[in-house]
């Protein structure tokens, strides 16, 4: 459940720093950092659905709680 967890504050982060930072959308830093966060996101939330059926996987390396 910490996966699950840890998924859903990953994607906070991500909608917090398009709101933060929305003034800068034309800033090319801006499309980088977001498409880069938005992967790490991906990443996460697929992480989460894998531990549920695959208990030992460790996909972002520490053991879920």
Do not use: C, H
Request: aromatic share 20%.
């Amino acid at each position: 459940m910490n996966y699950v967890f840890f998924a859903v504050a990953a994607y906070i982060f991500m909608r917090a720093f398009e709101v933060i930072f929305s003034d800068q959308q034309k800033k090319r830093w801006y499309g980088l950092a977001t498409r880069i966060i938005g992967i790490l996101v991906l990443y996460t939330a697929v992480s989460a659905m894998l531990v549920i059926y695959f208990e030992k996987l460790r996909p972002l390396g520490f053991v879920a709680g």
